[in-house]
């Protein structure tokens, strides 16, 4: 294992010492831009360094879609210096991510310049290569990552670069930092040094850099054609064992709950707005808060939870990684590459997020990745309501089926819309990950973070929706809704009276849950086939509004309308031939 505890860098004599790391640093600058390549390190040196608890010291790729910015960690400084994350540089790419990077470093004080150990005779000078330009009149510094992991020739080489070029520089295990060599990152960032000429791609320095490549060990996805079944075995079972096991804990619980709390509560309440229709309607009604909204949360908080923190395994452990690259050559038929695949699955969580994280995808295939997130990334809430809406019809093998025909409609809808990547503009891939130990403070992290997003943004949307719903309802629309928009449901074998289900998960996924009204009497008047054709429309029809907007704000409202057309149209065409389908049999 190596490790270092000083600082290298050199005098105006170009002697070599070393900085005693554990002395308080001079002045810091205000602003310190870290750079890397891709799986650098750099959330993982961004977090220890802060001691902001972002929960990314997952070695997956494009895990930073955006800078980030936090207050460098000093508690015995007045001076606020602010630290800040870029995307992980890819070379020779057009991502939006790279130009976020480059664009990022015209306004730091210190570029601190991030490079793999394991990978440091090839990383350290592409990445120069790619910023070198842009550090002319910069003060540079040099954190090498992945210490535990390097060769033990690594602390030799970086001596040597830090001499010639006159950066200070540190070795450093960025997952697990030490308090030495934090101080040590410290004390190199306030002793960066100005870049005050060009720097050249032939210097000695960079040619002689003799520290042997360590690479993962192989595992079963390398191992081709073995490797493909394995990618789609793990990505199955990253979805379906949480989701199995969600459903299992919800039906569990709701009769418990339904007997202890609801029904009570419900009775209590129906008494005391008696003499308030609109108010009753609205808390204990059809589409109630209390009586449906309590489904919301019964069913799609255990999936949002298990999923958030299956995902989070995934990227920890680096298997994500391993899938990816595993996967690259299959998504190629549909239009995505293997890179694409991280979005897609974050889509599984929220539709959002996997959007924005679409900005690391290349130009040639950003938009095949957000058509795909929209139309077959089921959300974590769709999964919760759909998985909620199968379970009151009694039918919960259903949701195997419908999972599995997203993923394959969801692939026929993107290669029939972008068509397949042709292998000569396919940006390459880095070196597959190394598989770790995930951090238990990072999965805490993450599982904190998905529960406050559902509290405090899914499940007041959803609340809302259920008082519009509510007001509609007791407003008497309803009927004139059902009976105008349901009339064009007969097309399908659907009853009329599910068009609110429809309409408003085209707002929100979660909308679905509407349709669980009166407690489920509706979806068991239907038949299983007909629960189906609805909750695969309901779904597909659209993205929801917020993923909508999100598109128009990264590509534009032109292609955000062009892909809700897109969707409508596969929708209304896979809807039909299933809907054909179900009445065969």
């Known amino acids: 294992m190596l490790m270092s505890n000083a600082v290298y860098a050199t005098t105006p004599s170009n002697a070599i010492h070393a900085v005693d790391s554990l002395h308080a640093p001079p002045s810091l600058p205000q602003t310190v831009v870290m750079v890397g390549l891709e799986s650098s390190g750099k959330s993982a040196l961004f977090r220890q360094l802060t001691g902001h608890d972002v929960g990314d010291e997952s070695n997956f790729r494009g895990s930073t879609i955006q800078c980030r910015v936090s207050q460098l960690h000093q508690p015995d400084k007045k001076q606020n210096t602010f630290l800040v994350d870029t995307p992980g540089i890819r070379l020779q790419s057009d991502s939006a991510t790279t130009q976020m990077a480059l664009k990022r470093l015209q306004s730091a004080d210190v570029?601190?310049?991030?490079?793999?150990?394991?990978?440091?005779?090839?990383?350290?000078?592409?990445?120069?290569?790619?910023?070198?330009?842009?550090?002319?009149?910069?003060?540079?510094?040099?954190?090498?990552?992945?210490?535990?992991?390097?060769?033990?020739?690594?602390?030799?080489?970086?001596?040597?670069?830090?001499?010639?070029?006159?950066?200070?520089?540190?070795?450093?295990?960025?997952?697990?930092?030490?308090?030495v060599q934090r101080a040590g990152v410290l004390a190199s960032i306030a002793l960066a040094s100005v870049v005050q000429k060009p720097i050249e791609?032939?210097?000695?320095?960079?040619?002689?850099?003799?520290?042997?490549?360590?690479?993962?060990?192989?595992?079963?996805?390398?191992?081709?054609?073995?490797?493909?079944?394995?990618?789609?075995?793990a990505i199955v079972l990253m979805f379906a064992l949480p989701v199995m096991l969600a459903y299992w804990f919800s039906q569990w619980a709701q009769p418990l709950i339904d007997d202890w709390a609801i029904t009570p509560l419900v009775n209590t309440l129906s008494a005391?707005?008696?003499?308030?229709?609109?108010?009753?309607?609205?808390?204990?009604?059809r589409f109630g808060v209390i009586t449906l909204g309590w489904y919301s949360f019964l069913w799609a908080f255990p999936v949002v939870v298990l999923l958030g923190i299956s995902v989070a395994l995934s990227e920890e452990t680096g298997l994500k990684d391993h899938i990816t690259s595993t996967l690259d050559m299959p998504l190629r038929r549909i239009g995505l590459s293997g890179r694409d695949l991280i979005p897609v699955l974050t889509g599984f969580g929220c539709n959002v997020v996997g959007v924005m994280q679409s900005r690391a995808c290349s130009a040639c295939t950003r938009k095949s990745c957000v058509s795909l997130i929209g139309f077959g990334s089921a959300c974590s809430y769709q999964i919760g309501a759909s998985l909620s809406l199968f379970g009151s019809a009694e039918a919960p093998h259903l949701f195997v089926p419908y999972l599995g025909l997203l993923f394959i409609v969801g692939a026929l809808h993107t290669r029939f819309w972008h068509g397949a990547l042709p292998q000569s503009i396919a940006q390459p891939l880095p070196d597959r990950a190394f598989l770790q130990w995930p951090s238990f403070r990072a999965l805490i992290w993450r599982l904190m973070a998905v529960t406050k997003q559902f509290l405090f943004q899914a499940m007041p949307i959803f609340l809302l929706i259920c008082v519009v719903a509510a007001l509609v309802q007791s407003l008497g629309w309803l009927d004139w809704i059902s009976s105008t928009i349901g009339s064009a449901l007969i097309i399908f074998n659907l009853p009329d009276n599910v068009a609110i289900g429809v309409i408003f998960s085209a707002v929100r996924k979660d909308g679905l849950l509407l349709l669980n009204q009166d407690d489920g009497v509706l979806l068991r008047s239907l038949s299983a086939g007909s629960v189906f054709v609805l909750v695969w429309l309901s779904s597909t029809l659209t993205a929801c509004m917020v993923t909508l907007y999100t598109v128009m704000r990264e590509l534009g409202a032109k292609f955000a309308a062009l892909l809700a057309l897109r969707q409508l149209a596969t929708a209304l065409v896979s809807t039909l031939i299933i809907s054909w389908v179900v009445r065969l049999f």
């Open 201 to 233: 791609p032939n210097l000695p320095a960079l040619k002689k850099i003799n520290v042997p490549i360590v690479q993962p060990k192989p595992t079963v996805f390398e191992i081709q054609p073995l490797g493909v079944v394995a990618a789609v075995i």
């Open 272 to 285: 005391s707005v008696a003499n308030a229709p609109l108010l009753q309607d609205v808390l204990v009604g």
């Open 111 to 179: 570029v601190l310049l991030v490079v793999r150990g394991t990978h440091f005779a090839s990383e350290f000078p592409a990445l120069l290569a790619a910023v070198g330009g842009q550090l002319l009149g910069k003060s540079v510094t040099l954190v090498v990552t992945f210490a535990d992991r390097a060769d033990p020739a690594l602390s030799r080489a970086v001596k040597k670069i830090s001499a010639q070029l006159g950066w200070p520089a540190q070795i450093v295990n960025a997952r697990d930092i030490s308090n």
